[in-house]
């Protein structure tokens, strides 16, 4: 999946069951997420092995569900977060697609200096 516009990501932190479908899942983003199933927004789902992605989006008039499973290795994943969702850039999902591990370690953060 490459993503060519920005868009809201919310990953759901814990492991879910992947027997799970649309409506399965569409009840996780109202019910434990509390977010609207409808909007633009991805909602990304992992399995407990850390090897399967499931993306959940409205589009226009249905639901789509995107799946992705590697062969080899692990995603990278939220350790001990104490919300149900996690929010993302769209570049942000796209690195974790493409391997990398963003919660390994923070980006530098934004100083505001009032004088020098």
Excluded at 75 to 93: A, D, I
Aim: net charge positive.
């Amino acid at each position: 999946m490459t993503l060519k516009q920005p868009v809201t990501v919310y990953l759901h932190a814990a492991p879910i069951d992947f027997r799970k479908q649309i409506n399965g899942l569409s009840l996780i983003v109202q019910d434990a997420m509390i977010l609207d199933v409808f909007s633009s927004s991805l909602f990304v789902f992992m399995n407990r092995q850390h090897t399967r992605i499931k993306i959940l989006y409205w589009d226009k008039n249905g639901f789509c569900l995107w799946m992705k499973r590697l062969e080899k290795d692990k995603f990278s994943w939220p350790k001990n977060t104490s919300s149900v969702s996690v929010s993302l850039t769209s570049q942000e999902l796209q690195w974790i697609l493409d391997g990398f591990d963003i919660f390994q370690k923070p980006p530098h953060k934004k100083l505001n200096y009032s004088s020098v």
